[in-house]
C-alpha cells in the first residue's frame, strides 16, 4: 500500500518532491536496503543539479524518437504477415545487419588484391561483425537510414574486385612502403635480359624503379574514357561514405538513474575508413597511369628522335632502353635487326659514347 501510494505522489510531483518521498522510504527501511536507497538518493540528487538541461535533454530524446517511431518500429518489426518483432527474422532490422556483416567481410577479402585494405585496418572483419551483430535495432536503424542514401553500397567490393579485373595488373593497387626506393633483388632478376652478354649486356639489369617498369611492357588494357568515368563514380561513392560517416554516432550513450556510459561505436570508423581505403584505391591506380605515361613519353621521344641531353647520358641511355625492351616485351617479339641495333648501342654505352648508343636505340626503335 506504501509504494503504490508513493508511486502516485511520484507521478504528480517534480524533481523537489521525488527527492522527499526517497527521504521518507530511507527512513522506513534498514539494513541492506538502507544502503540501496541512500545511493539512490544520491543519483536522484545528483539529477536535480542538472535541473533544466535534464528535464530538455529527455523532452528532446523523446521528441526524436516520437518523430521516428513509425519507420523505426516498421524496421525493427517488420510488416505482416512477417512482423517477428525485435529485429528479427526477415525483418528489415535483420536484413540490414547481415547486409552489413557481409558488406564487411566482403571488404576484407578483397586485401589480397587491394593492400591498401589491410594498411587501413580493414583486413580483419571479424572483430567488428561480433560488434555489429549484438548492435542494438535503435543504432542500426540510424545506420540503415544513412548508408540507405548510397545507392547499391552492398555492391561496393563486388565492383572493386571487378574494377581489379578490368585493369588486370597487380601493380596498378600496389602500395609500396614509404622509404622503398631502391629496386629488389627479386625485381632486377625477374627483368635481366635474356643471354645479358655481348653488347646490350653493357647496360646491365635494371637499377631504377622508372626502368624496371618501362621494362616490363605494361599496357592499360582499359579504355581511358571509361577509365576517367569510373574513377569519378568512385570519388563520389568514397565522399558519399565519408559524409555519411560524420553523421553517423561515434558512441552509444546509456543512462540510468544519473549513472551513465558511453558505448564505442565503431561502425563510423569503418564506413568513413572505406571512403578512405577507395580513395587510396584510386590514388594508386593514379600513379599507375602516370607511371604509364612516363614510360609512354620516353617512347615518344625515342620515335621521334628527341635530340634531348638527358638522353644523351649514362642514366638516360639505360632509361631509352629499357623503354625500348618494354615495347619488345608488349609485342612479344623483336626482329634480329632491332636486336643488332641494341648490342651496337651497348657497345658505345661501355665506351662512353652515350650520344652513338641513343642514335642506335632510336634505330632499333625504329625497326620493331
Not at 261 to 276: E, H, L, R, W, Y
Not at 317 to 333: L, M, R, S
Request: proline share 5%.
Amino acid at each position: 500500500m506504501f509504494a503504490v501510494q508513493a508511486r502516485a505522489d511520484w507521478a504528480s510531483g517534480d524533481i523537489t518532491d521525488i527527492i522527499n518521498n526517497v527521504k521518507t522510504i530511507l527512513a522506513e527501511v534498514a539494513g541492506d536496503v538502507t544502503n540501496m536507497a541512500s545511493e539512490f538518493v544520491q543519483q536522484i540528487n545528483a539529477l536535480n543539479a542538472e535541473g533544466q538541461t535534464v528535464r530538455e535533454t529527455v523532452q528532446d530524446a523523446l521528441d526524436f524518437v516520437q518523430h521516428r517511431r513509425t519507420p523505426l518500429l516498421d524496421f525493427v518489426n517488420g510488416s505482416p504477415p512477417n512482423n517477428t518483432g525485435r529485429c528479427g527474422q526477415n525483418t528489415p532490422c535483420e536484413n540490414f545487419r547481415l547486409d552489413l556483416e557481409n558488406f564487411v567481410l566482403d571488404m576484407a577479402n578483397l586485401k589480397s588484391m587491394f593492400p591498401q585494405i589491410e594498411q587501413h585496418g580493414l583486413g580483419d572483419g571479424t572483430i567488428l561483425v561480433d560488434i555489429i551483430d549484438t548492435l542494438p535495432p535503435f543504432v542500426l536503424f540510424g545506420f540503415y537510414e544513412i548508408l540507405n542514401k548510397v545507392p547499391n553500397w552492398q555492391d561496393t567490393p563486388q565492383n572493386l574486385a571487378a574494377l581489379y579485373d578490368e585493369i588486370s595488373d597487380a601493380d596498378a593497387f600496389s602500395a609500396e612502403p614509404l622509404g622503398a626506393s631502391a629496386a629488389t633483388a627479386a625485381s632486377i632478376a625477374s627483368v635481366t635480359p635474356n643471354g645479358a652478354s655481348g653488347g646490350q649486356g653493357a647496360f646491365g639489369p635494371p637499377g631504377t624503379k622508372l626502368d624496371i617498369f618501362c621494362s616490363e611492357g605494361k599496357q592499360l588494357r582499359d579504355d581511358p574514357v571509361h577509365l576517367n568515368r569510373v574513377r569519378a563514380n568512385w570519388t563520389w561513392l568514397a565522399n558519399m561514405l565519408d559524409g555519411i560517416g560524420e553523421a553517423a554516432p561515434d558512441w552509444y550513450d546509456i543512462t540510468l538513474a544519473g549513472e551513465g556510459a558511453d558505448i564505442p561505436v565503431p561502425v563510423k570508423a569503418f564506413i568513413k575508413t572505406a571512403g578512405k581505403v577507395i580513395e587510396s584505391i584510386f590514388a594508386s591506380v593514379d600513379a599507375y597511369r602516370a607511371n604509364l605515361a612516363l614510360c609512354k613519353q620516353i617512347e615518344t621521344d625515342v620515335a621521334q628522335r628527341a635530340p634531348l641531353l638527358e638522353y644523351r647520358t649514362a642514366a638516360g641511355n639505360k632509361d631509352a632502353y629499357w623503354a625500348v625492351k618494354g615495347v619488345v616485351q608488349a609485342q612479344g617479339h623483336s626482329s634480329p635487326t632491332a636486336d643488332a641495333l641494341l648490342s651496337d648501342a651497348g657497345n658505345f654505352y661501355s665506351e662512353d659514347r652515350y650520344k652513338d648508343a641513343y642514335r642506335k636505340i632510336c634505330d632499333a626503335y625504329a625497326a620493331l
